[in-house]
């Protein structure tokens, strides 16, 4: 996954009025400012009524390039990987 096909997932989040924050390794390079390694996904956080608002409005740009699971623990965590 490159920095641009995150800022397109960003975008698209944004554009659908869908709060979202970086998690995971992306999260980190986000606060140093560069990439530092190659990443194969993106972690994020949405609020939880906004993960319905993703799966069933199947935002088209993310879910035609990325596969969108949910991760079960306490509530769902979408994680993005091609």
Known sequence: MTGNDVLEI??????????????????????????????EDLDFVVELEKVKD???KRINTISNCYRLTSVLNQRDNPVLSR
Not at 24 to 30: E, T, Y
Request: charged share 15%.
């Open 10 to 39: 960003l975008n698209v989040l944004n554009a659908a009025n869908i709060p979202v924050w970086i998690d995971g390794g992306w999260g980190i390079d986000a606060l140093i400012g560069k990439q530092t390694r190659e990443h």
């Open 54 to 56: 993703i799966i069933m």
